[in-house]
Nanobody
Framework: QVQLVESGGGLVQAGGSLRLSCAAS????????MGWYRQGPGNQRELVAMFTSGGSTNYADSVEGRFTISRDNAKNTVYLQMNSLKPEDPAVYYC??????????????????WGQGTQVTVSS
């Protein structure tokens, strides 16, 4: 019902920048929350940055001050500007969203969706 498509990953030198994008599409009534997680090799998936259902933003301590999450509500798109990338930042970055949908007369107040992930690699 809802698809999340990420883009913008790639290889960058330490200290460099990347900008990730995630566009949501499908039978969207509203997006309750949307943001980014990441999973590095051998690690659990962890929160990077998120717009919460209350409208606030949450950042992982490890990215605070370096990464900025933003969104374009008209496009159902969220962005992650990553600056000053460090050797510990490489991971697959996943977009996630809690989305209310309506299909025909079936209303879902919120289900969780994940994108396919985009690889971020940082060279030292």
């Amino acid at each position: 019902q809802v698809q999340l498509v990420e883009s913008g990953g790639g290889l960058v030198q330490a200290g460099g920048s990347l900008r990730l994008s995630c566009a949501a599409s499908g039978s969207i009534l509203s997006i309750n929350a949307m943001g980014w997680y990441r999973q590095g090799p051998g690690n659990q998936r962890e929160l990077v940055a998120m717009f919460t259902s209350g409208g606030s933003t949450n950042y992982a301590d490890s990215v605070e001050g370096r990464f900025t999450i933003s969104r374009d509500n008209a496009k159902n798109t969220v962005y992650l500007q990553m600056n000053s990338l460090k050797p510990e930042d490489p991971a697959v970055y996943y977009c996630t969203a809690d989305v209310a949908t309506v299909v025909g007369d079936v209303f879902d107040r919120g289900s969780h969706y994940w994108g396919q992930g985009t690889q971020v690699t940082v060279s030292s």
